[in-house]
């Protein structure tokens, strides 16, 4: 373990600068635009992983944008890790409420700002230093290694599915190592133990068959945005339950011991408000801050317009409404099953003069990391070698919708590994990544190799 | 009259072809890069008010758009008409939604589609040409002619109360007249005696101090998007009433006589869903399609956004959402009330964990002409002797702020001698303007100088 750690402390300056290379390519995959920087940025990632040591890399195109491959194979006989991450970024929009560049990295106070700088780039890009260091250390590779970085993650990794179907030989491995997530502190390490599913949709809703005058026709015709408030406003309750019905049919409760265990995690009320401005928190009754982001299902607006909404005004009566919303989901709850419920809900609440048509975006489903898997063990175990102690499991909010593919398609479990922190900003402005937080992961995932042989062996 | 008409009739080409000049300035006063368009429409009216036949023309500058005036006196112990219209129009988008360029005038079936073709272009240009036509004739005008020709109507008129009251001498009149509103059809010639007042406000809701992931805080802060369609969706009751504390509190309600009068226009509320494309009208509980947009205060919002509102997905949970809200009033409700009883019942409707701030846009009084007024009685029988029938009197639904300030400050009644038609699209893509309409109009209105002047006489 010495000489990896040598070789890191040695070359952590060069890590940092290739890794600000890579985040000066804005990689945004939602936006067509940006097609010729996809393919650029999977192409510094091909170079990285043969630098650092693969003995075989390969960027395989896709109907969207490709998918990039690596591996390096020592010995058939060893447990195989295959790392994911994704090369693709959130839109940066708002551009006006960033304090730098997006896409010219800029160092702060310890903390890299740009836009993938933790999602992803930052994060992935710590198993291919950390893969280099252990191939520079000369010593002998615990596990054999395979890498998967993707280009669609941030639009629902639409072509990833067929590619995990099609090269299911070529992507046998004994478990998916992700860094995708965030920890609470370094000072306090946790492990995400589990990732929501994901709804997203969006619903278009249709007044009158052209924009009229407000005063001539104000008062007599369905006003579509009045209408889609109306539907919005409908979705939950007075105690935030959302009312699609059907929506918790499937949803696992957590026992009291396990709402316990999460009670146990370090957190503050006040401090969270005091963070985000907020006078007071919102939620669904009867559970807690972090039950409200990690067990239980949510519906979010996460855009809305029509009508007028240049500088000064306009009297019009639009012809046409639309809001882009998404439900997180928790095991049991099907994407799919979600899906089809929120939208027959939503054209259901359509009122008189008013058509209300939805059409899914992407999805995926929830998933959860069994905390006796051998795989959560070596992590925990990693860990506990480089902080001192160990990790909390938590629940994590957000949403990976390709691990429950994963373990359906190659039958193996995914563990998450994640350095980032809840304020990094992503798919915000002013995204950021700690530079601390890079080096102790780049420090960390030679462990969890190491003791994913290890617990292998003995399993 | 003859010598009025043959001129017309000499020259009907070259006064379209005047009209399509104007329309193809974008002389949109809400958008600062148009100003040097508005100072060139200013100038090409101030060119065809002297070439028709005016004394005296200027151009006064104000801190926005500059106001044309124009005057004829060939008499001071005649009376005086006091033409008022505008040459500003509304922003043309959503441009992809126009079958023409906006400002490149297109004639098709006998209509010129274009913006500002009938709002209030087309209308205001029908009196320079009634006017030359009366002075080409020869004979003695009827009366005293001055135009007052602003550049700011579309964004509430904000530099024309100080410039009437700087300018009380140079305006003094017996009759305001104004052609900015529509008739029900040539073959169902109307007169509306009444315009409705506006308030206009723009809403501002602030959830987080930051943009956030949905999946990391949603479930757990209040979505300001959700909030603001809360708001609103609690602007109407079950009945289509606006829940506004005090809003219908000096709301004059018309008499059974008023709207058994109004019932007699035809109307037929299938071809109005069937021409809007909707399968169902809508409105307050207990009046009629055209009482809602006559005699009955209303509340529209006229647009709203917030969040992600680009190509694809993002899932974010925004720090903000914004809505522009406005109302239209009828007498005798005040325009400055009513914008703080809206502003204060939407900042009361604030949730948990939300911030809301509601700014004023601008608004105008209602108006109203009554009907045994020589104003109208002169305007009916120009009508009459054109069209051969009475006009019918009707409440527009649209506003015309400066109506209640004309009177204030002048002393004297407005009369509206409309020649558009509901369906010319003010506001919207595809505005038009029958030419048939601007040629009947030109026609009218010398009848009305003449019968003004003989009523005025005799009063």
Request: proline share 7%; charged share 25%; net charge negative.
């Amino acid at each position: 373990m010495a000489n990896w750690k040598e070789f890191q402390e040695a070359n952590k300056d060069r890590f940092l600068n290739e890794l600000l290379e890579l985040l000066r390519i804005p990689s945004i995959s939602a936006r067509s635009e940006h097609k010729d920087d996809m393919l650029k940025c999977a192409e510094v990632i091909k170079e990285k992983l043969l630098s650092a040591g693969a003995d075989k890399v390969e960027i395989y195109p896709t109907p969207g944008h490709p998918v990039v491959y690596g591996e390096r194979i020592t010995d058939p006989a060893k447990p195989t890790v295959l790392v994911y991450g994704h090369y693709d970024v959130q839109p940066a929009d708002p551009l006006e409420l960033w304090h730098s560049d997006p896409f010219d990295p800029t160092i702060k106070d310890g903390k890299i700002f740009a836009r993938g700088a933790c999602d992803d780039k930052g994060q992935f890009y710590m198993h291919i230093k950390a893969f280099e260091s252990m191939v520079a250390s000369g010593e002998e590779l615990p596990t054999n290694v395979k890498f998967i970085i993707e280009g669609e993650e941030e639009i629902g990794s639409p072509n990833l599915a067929p590619f995990i179907k099609e090269h299911k030989e070529l992507l046998k491995c004994d478990v998916i190592l992700i860094s995708d997530t965030a920890m609470i502190s370094l000072d306090t390490p946790s492990i995400d133990v589990g990732v929501r599913g994901l709804t997203y949709i969006e619903v278009e809703v249709t007044g009158p068959n052209r924009d009229l005058h407000s005063g001539v026709y104000g008062g007599a015709v369905n006003n579509p945005i009045t209408a889609l408030c109306n539907i919005i406003a409908q979705l939950h309750d007075e105690n935030n339950h959302i009312t699609i019905p059907g929506f918790y049919d499937n949803v696992l409760e957590s026992t009291p011991d396990e709402r316990a265990l999460m009670a146990e995690a370090p957190f503050s009320q006040e401090e969270f408000n005091s963070d985000l401005g907020i006078a007071k928190e919102w939620g669904e009754k009867g559970f807690t801050t972090n039950e409200r982001t990690g067990i239980r299902p949510t519906l979010e607006v996460n855009g809305i317009w029509g009508g007028y909404t240049g500088e000064g005004s306009k009297t019009v009566l639009p012809s046409k409404a639309f809001a882009k919303i998404s439900c997180r989901l928790v095991p049991n709850q099907g994407s799919h099953e979600i899906e089809q419920k929120l939208i027959s809900h939503i054209e259901s609440l359509a009122p008189d003069g008013i058509v209300v048509k939805a059409k899914p975006h992407h999805g995926g489903e929830p998933y959860v990391t069994p905390i006796d898997s051998i795989s959560y063990k070596a992590a925990a175990a990693a860990i506990h070698d480089v902080f001192g102690k160990d990790p909390i499991p938590v629940r994590g909010g957000g949403s990976i919708p390709i691990c429950a593919l994963f373990e359906q398609e190659l039958g193996v479990k995914v563990v998450f590994l994640g350095f980032g922190l809840d304020s990094d900003n992503l798919h915000s402005p002013n995204e950021k990544y700690d530079i601390a937080n890079f080096y102790k992961g780049i420090e960390t995932i030679p462990h969890f190799h190491k003791h994913f042989a290890a617990l292998s062996a003995k399993g």
